[in-house]
């Protein structure tokens, strides 16, 4: 048999499995490199958003302590509206006791009227007139003195309270400031947000030149949804989280008479008074005596007098500081040298009272009353800056602050009571950046002479002319309040609020609220119509999730 002499039949299929095979390794890893494009882009998007939620965190946080801090001025407020009421009883006290020992010179005049005309030739006479002369005498000492005292005491208090009326002011400055600091904090995270500053940071710690294809990177506008989602308005009149003027004032004045804590401020007891005991003892020597009596007692809040929760507007109308009781009185005649017929002793109790009123200027009116007087001047000393929260604090004097939105929390879960969302959106044109080896990039045609159709394995158009070359990806970050729980206690039920300060922060589907997919939306108009209108009309057939 004659042996064929042809070679190379092999070779044919051999080239046309390598390239085969070279176009399949090709194809993988070009693939590859698109999902490894997509990956970057997702996660670009995430930390930005992540981003997003964290400074929403922390700023709300930051709100929160300054709350805290503006209703601890308040409670300082109260703590020295309790330290001039407390002093004023003792005035009170000693005007009492100066008045019971007055109202008991009747039975000793008496003896005088009676027993001295006579004196010079009856013995029962004159002792009448040796004793009511005594105690007259002892009467109109101990009377003076309690004046002296009272003289003292005034002019520590006209020497103290013009001080007092610039720490109470001082204290509403300070609040001013701090809202205004809140307000920064605010503003700032809302144009943060807006204008995708930490994607645009994020963006920048990727190294120039490190990587061909990073020139390719870009953020686009995202509208207006992030800041709508933060934006509640004067009054909470818009459906953002946090209100630049709160609704109300209650929530807070309640949290400041929860923070009142020392006793002193909210409940002054026998063992307060102390103090006053032992002034009077020292003024008043044995064996005569001024006791200041056990019921003796008084609070400071932030209501009117005799009402510290008021439950119709305006709220917190005043800090008024109260306190009330009575003092027991005796001049012991007998053991101060004097005899028959005089009573041997004579006293009793007074009620005692005194009040610190410092407002705004009416409804109620500055005051600083007690027992036996009162300031002259209460407008001077005691009227604090009014309607500073126009709302519901008018003429009230609570300050103004950033407060959460309770028509949103009202809403229930299908807002996540109100707990802002934020979105992120990043962009990479594939055509802008550099050509990878594995990247189809060539003209091909059909026709002798015909220019041919360039294939770009980088971008290409959809069948409606829709150009794919921009790479979107967006990711849904959240606020949350969550405070956990402490102890034994826990918190699981307290709702979202600027006065504690717990919130986080995490990623989360775009439809984590029942706005989501339309908020989502709205956030592509600008950047990636396609995907917008994409899904609306997902959204038009039932669509519900988009992660």
């Known amino acids: 048999m004659k042996r064929s002499h042809s070679r190379g039949q092999t070779m044919v299929l051999f080239a046309l499995s390598t390239l085969l095979l070279v176009l399949m390794v090709t194809l993988t890893l070009s693939f590859t490199m698109k999902v490894r494009e997509r990956i970057e882009a997702q996660t670009v998007a995430d930390a930005a958003a992540f981003s997003n939620a964290v400074a929403t965190a922390r700023t709300f946080n930051n709100i929160a302590i300054i709350n805290r801090v503006q209703i601890a001025h308040a409670v300082a407020q109260a703590g020295a509206a ?25 039975p000793y005049q008496l003896n005088v009227i009676t027993g001295c005309p006579c004196a010079w030739k009856s013995s029962s006479c004159a002792r009448r007139c040796r004793c009511g002369n005594k105690g007259l005498r002892d009467l109109g000492n101990l009377q003076r003195k309690l004046r002296m005292e009272d003289q003292r005491v005034n002019a520590v208090f006209q020497s103290y309270e013009p001080l007092f009326a610039l720490q109470m002011r001082g204290h509403q400055l300070a609040q001013n400031a701090l809202y205004l600091a809140q307000q920064q904090n605010y503003q700032e995270l809302k144009d943060a947000v807006d204008s995708q500053r930490f994607t645009h940071q994020v963006l920048s710690n990727i190294n120039p030149g490190a990587n061909a294809t990073d020139a390719a990177w870009q953020v686009p506008p995202i509208g207006g949804v992030n800041k709508d989602e933060l934006t509640g308005g004067l009054a909470c009149t818009q459906g953002g989280a946090v209100c630049d003027v709160p609704a109300t004032v209650q929530h807070a004045v309640n949290a400041a008479m929860g923070s009142r804590g020392f006793h002193f401020v909210t409940w002054r007891q026998d063992l307060d008074y102390v103090a006053h005991l032992a002034n009077l003892a020292w003024v008043i020597n044995p064996p005569d005596m001024v006791l200041v009596e056990v019921a003796t007692q008084g609070t400071t809040h932030f209501g009117k007098k005799g009402r510290q929760m008021p439950m119709i507007m305006p709220f917190a109308p005043a800090i008024t500081a109260e306190d009330e009781g009575s003092i027991l009185y005796l001049y012991n005649h007998m053991a101060n040298g004097g005899g028959a017929p005089c009573p041997a002793a004579v006293g009793g109790t007074e009620g005692v009272e005194a009040s610190l009123v410092s407002s705004g200027g009416m409804l109620p009116t500055p005051e600083h009353r007690w027992t036996g007087g009162s300031d002259p001047n209460p407008y001077m000393r005691h009227m604090l800056m009014p309607c500073m929260n126009p709302v519901s604090s008018c003429p009230g004097i609570w300050p103004l602050f950033l407060d959460y939105n309770l028509t949103q929390l009202l809403d229930g879960g299908d807002n996540n009571y109100g707990q802002p969302k934020n979105f992120a959106v990043v962009q990479r044109n594939l055509r802008t950046r550099t050509l ?82 339309d908020d989502a939306a709205d956030t592509l108009d600008l950047s990636a119509p396609a995907a917008a209108r994409t899904l609306r009309a997902l959204r038009s057939v039932g669509y519900r999730g988009i992660q």
């Open 82 to 106: 309790s330290l001039v009421s407390w002093a004023s009883l003792y005035r009170a006290q000693l005007n009492a006791a100066r008045g019971g020992y007055s109202d008991w010179e009747w």
């Open 436 to 517: 990878d080896p594995w990247d189809y990039s060539f003209r091909y045609r059909f026709e002798r002479g015909s220019a041919g159709t360039q294939f770009d394995n980088r971008s290409f158009q959809m069948a409606d002319g829709t150009p794919n070359d921009v790479q979107t990806a967006m990711a849904t970050g959240i606020a949350y309040f969550h405070r956990g729980h402490s102890v034994a206690f826990h918190h699981w039920s307290e709702p979202p609020n600027l006065l504690n300060p717990f919130w986080r922060a995490t990623l989360v589907a775009a439809d984590t609220d029942q706005s989501g997919l």
